[in-house]
């Protein structure tokens, strides 16, 4: 069965610092992939995906990930991490139709 | 502003309780979906509607049970719900050809006790 693995429950990290947060996946074809943030009390908010083409994406609120077919990552990158970035992140592999896989999730810390 | 938007925000209830949740889309897509989201848990896919058709139901019990009337709104019936039940439950939409991007409303925290 398809699977996504976030393999960090929690990361802390500097305003300011960069950032990546990891996920992997398990999906025999090109799987679409995303990366969605929560904020405490809210639904989830889309960063940005990947369908096909160029591996590295951008997003919003400067994010970008890049897809490894090799290692079958779709790891989430900032540049520089800002107090507002504080939130839980989810990566999600589409495996077909309408089912989304979430992966576990990742809280990130942002301390001043 | 998502464009999806659920009521109540939160709701209390006892395990002998009837209620039901709502979720209304703004946005013009044909699929909706509820998830289960638990502490520590990822989220748990639980139905999916489809142009009104229900397409998915990810095994779950009986006393949850969904309604679509249209393609912008949806219910979820509650009835003798159990204390683990307690969770956030959260309503999504999307337009099929889109590559399943889902846009999620703010959710319903639900606590049973």
């Known amino acids: 069965a398809q699977s996504v693995t976030q393999p960090d429950i929690h990361i802390t990290v500097s305003e300011g610092a960069s950032l990546e947060l990891r996920c992997n996946y398990s999906y025999g074809a090109t799987p679409y992939l995303f990366w969605y943030v929560q904020s405490p009390g809210q639904g989830l908010q889309l960063l940005l995906k990947y369908f096909s083409g160029d591996t590295l994406v951008q997003g919003i609120k400067g994010f970008e990930a890049e897809f490894k077919r090799s290692q079958s990552s779709f790891n989430l990158r900032k540049p520089s991490v800002h107090w507002s970035d504080a939130a839980e992140y989810f990566c999600?592999?589409?495996?077909?139709?309408?089912?989304?896989?979430f992966g576990a999730g990742t809280r990130l810390f942002v301390k001043a | 502003e998502t464009g999806v938007t659920q009521t109540p925000r939160h709701l209390v209830m006892g395990m002998t309780n009837k209620k039901s949740l709502k979720c209304e889309q703004h946005l013009g897509h044909n699929a909706m979906y509820w998830y289960k989201q638990s502490a520590k848990k990822p989220l748990e896919l639980m139905f999916v509607y489809n142009f009104k058709e229900q397409t998915e139901n990810n095994s779950v019990p009986s006393r949850f049970s969904p309604e679509c009337p249209n393609s912008s709104h949806l219910f979820l019936h509650l009835h003798t719900l159990q204390p683990e039940d307690s969770a956030l439950y959260l309503c999504a939409s999307s337009q099929p050809g889109s590559g399943n991007e889902q846009f999620f409303g703010p959710g319903t925290r639900l606590t049973v006790l």
């Open positions: 999600a592999v589409v495996e077909g139709g309408f089912k989304t896989i």
